[in-house]
C-alpha cells in the first residue's frame, strides 16, 4: 500500500486509511445489478460489460469492477477467462445438490419445532406474516424472493445452532437466481404463501411427521418446477 494511503494514531500505529464512500458505491451498484437480475431485466447468461455498466450508472469502471467481483462471490454472476462476467445460469446438478442440503436443514429445524425457542418459532411466523403482506401489496420479485427464504432460514434457526443457520444461508445464495427466475414464469407467490401457511398451521398443532412430509413436498416440488421450466434436464 502505498504511503499516501496509510495514517498514524496518537500512539504512532500505522493503519490503512478507509474509504467508506467508495465501498458505499460500490454497495449501490451491486444492489441495482442485483435488483435488475432478479427483477428479470437482466436474463442469464447475459455479459456484464464494465464499460457499459459504468456509463449506464454514472460511475467508475473500477467500482462497477468492484461491484461485479461481489456478484461473482455470491454465485449470482460468473467470471470467465477472456470473456468476462456474465450472469449465472443455474446449472441441474447444483440445483439438485442444494435441494437435498436445504430439505436436510430444513427438515432438522422442522423436527425441533416443540423444542425449539420461542422467540425461534416466533421468527417463522413473523418471517410468513411479512411474506404474506408482501404477496398483498404486489410487491417486485426481488423482495419476494427474500421473504419467501427468509421463512426456510427461520426453520433451520428452528435447531438453535447459529453454524447450521450459516450454512443453510450459503446454500439459499446458491439458490436465490434460479428461485427469482422460476418465481417470474410461475408467478404463484399466492400459491406459495399458503403452502407455508398450511406448514406452519401444522407446526402450531403439533403434528410435526405431517410438517415433515409438506416440507419435503413443497421442497422436491421447487426443485422439479425449476429444473423443467428452465430447460435444465
Known sequence: MHPAERATDATGAVFPSLRLELSSTVDRVADELRRAVFD????SGTPLREVAL???????????????ALLVAEGLATREPHRGVSVSSPDPNSVRDVSTARTV??????????RAEEASREAVRRALVDY?????????????NQRHLAIHLGLVGLTGSPRLVSMAESVVAELRLALAQIDRVRRNARDQAGSHHHLLDLL???DIDAAVAELGHHLHGAEDAIIERLDLG
Open 40 to 43: 428479470g431485466e437482466i436474463e
Open 204 to 206: 402450531e398443532a403439533g
Open 54 to 68: 459504468a456509463e449506464s450508472l454514472g460511475v467508475s469502471r473500477p467500482t462497477v469492477r468492484e461491484a461485479l
Open 105 to 114: 436443514l430444513e427438515t432438522a429445524g422442522v423436527r425441533e419445532w416443540l
Open 132 to 144: 404474506e403482506e408482501a404477496v398483498a401489496r404486489g410487491a417486485f420479485y426481488q423482495e419476494l
